[in-house]
């Protein structure tokens, strides 16, 4: 059957990379009809809505999308940038991608980080007999997506209604001398349905591709109810999942920990910021941003997106220079995600074909400054990596 999959490349180098995942779909024998959809940083300046109905429209519709990039700016930046004729008009800049998960529940964000061998970039530590080890990594990330601090209810100089609501905490002592135009006020807000829902695809995912344990990757001994509550709902669901071990971290330790025995954690449960800042880590372990996929789904619609940004500074090279694999495992999770299992696997061994041969390497790889000349000291280009990718796919036909 052939499916319709709404590309959303965005702003930066979204192009650049979304050709490259494309082209191993296509390489792969996935049978798709594609169609285009605005988002992003251009849309925020010239219509004053990064996220247009029309896009919206064509998600509800086909369901299934593959995301490249977006920029976004601070308040006034934002606000510099909007076309004159917009201003004044009510025009409010918000996160597109924080935007579309919200509106389309895509709570369940998914981020694997795997070690793919040869990779130059693989993180590596000292043994015990003063050589060098390279540990195997392989954690998968649940991140809530929808909630906590990217859920956007905040104020500058908060209103009088919430002023008074604040002043009934004891612990709001602390800033009441300050001037209200002075106080900025960011919520965490959970809720026990999106603790269970991410938690219940962790356990599930960990049941199914063998994973022995469950970490929740919070702060309850001092964000006590918003990280109690995963944690409370966390203890409750594990009795359902008999040979899973549960295990708790606070997000600083965890963070220290990255670099000691990453090797130790399978599936890992965050909250959004958290979840954020903790598969970044592990990112920067597999190889970084260029290797980091992931995959935000809902009860209808899943979007699947590089976890890198727009890069804007590359994006006007004449020849693109950046690392398309993330974006290509991606597509890997997308295909995952329709049944495509079998063509999944194959995007990733193809990948990993490529990067153990050594052969072809971007810039990142071989640890160089990003600017156009690394193309003559040997790094390849964005379409040079997809080409590698779409050969390995090709000589295992």
């Not at 006034?76 to 076309?83: G, Q, V």
């Not at 590596?124 to 909630?147: H, L, W």
């Not at 929740?216 to 009795?239: D, F, H, Q, Y």
């Not at 994006?315 to 993330?326: G, K, L, Q, R």
Request: aromatic share 8%.
């Amino acid at each position: 059957m052939k499916r319709t999959v709404v590309t959303m490349p965005g702003d930066g180098i979204g192009n650049a990379v979304m050709k490259e995942g494309l082209k191993v779909l296509d390489a792969v024998g996935f049978k798709a009809g594609y169609v285009h959809a605005d988002i992003g940083w251009e849309l925020w300046k010239t219509e004053g809505n990064p996220l247009p109905d029309r896009t919206i429209d064509l998600l509800k519709k086909h369901r299934t999308a593959l995301f490249g990039s977006i920029t976004s700016k601070p308040k006034d930046k934002a606000a510099e940038e909007l076309d004159p004729s917009l201003r004044g008009k009510g025009c409010v800049y918000y996160s597109p991608i924080v935007g579309m998960r919200q509106l389309f529940d895509l709570d369940v964000c998914v981020r694997p980080c795997r070690t793919f061998p040869g990779n130059p970039l693989n993180f590596i530590r000292r043994s015990r007999d003063g050589g060098f080890e390279e540990p195997v990594i392989d954690a998968v990330i649940f991140r809530q997506n929808t909630e906590g601090l990217y859920g956007g209810v905040e104020w500058t100089d908060p209103p009088q209604n919430v002023w008074d609501a604040l002043n009934t905490h004891p612990r709001f002592e602390l800033f009441r001398a300050a001037p209200r135009e002075d106080l900025a006020v960011s919520t965490r807000i959970f809720t026990r349905r999106a603790c269970r829902r991410i938690l219940q695809a962790a356990f599930e995912h960990a049941r199914k591709f063998g994973y022995g344990s469950v970490t929740i990757c919070e702060k309850p001994n001092v964000i006590r109810e918003t990280s109690g509550m995963m944690r409370e709902e966390g203890k409750k669901l594990a009795s359902a999942f008999p040979g899973i071990e549960l295990w708790e971290t606070n997000i600083d330790a965890q963070m220290m920990w990255l670099t000691k025995n990453p090797e130790d954690y399978g599936v890992i449960v965050s909250g959004n910021m958290f979840g954020d800042i903790v598969s970044d880590g592990y990112a920067g372990l597999v190889g970084g941003l260029g290797f980091a996929c992931s995959a935000n789904i809902g009860e209808t619609v899943a979007v699947f997106e590089p976890t890198h940004g727009s890069a804007p500074k590359y994006a006007d090279f004449p020849t693109s220079i950046v690392n398309p694999i993330a974006m290509i495992l991606s597509c890997a999770m997308m295909l995952d995600h329709v049944g495509e299992t079998a063509m999944g696997e194959r995007v990733r061994e193809a990948v990993a074909r490529v990067v153990a041969a050594g052969r072809v390497r971007t810039y990142d790889m071989l640890k160089l400054r990003g600017c156009p000349e690394v193309l003559e000291q040997g790094a390849a280009s964005t379409e040079q990596m997809g080409d590698a990718v779409v050969r390995a796919l090709e000589d295992r036909e």
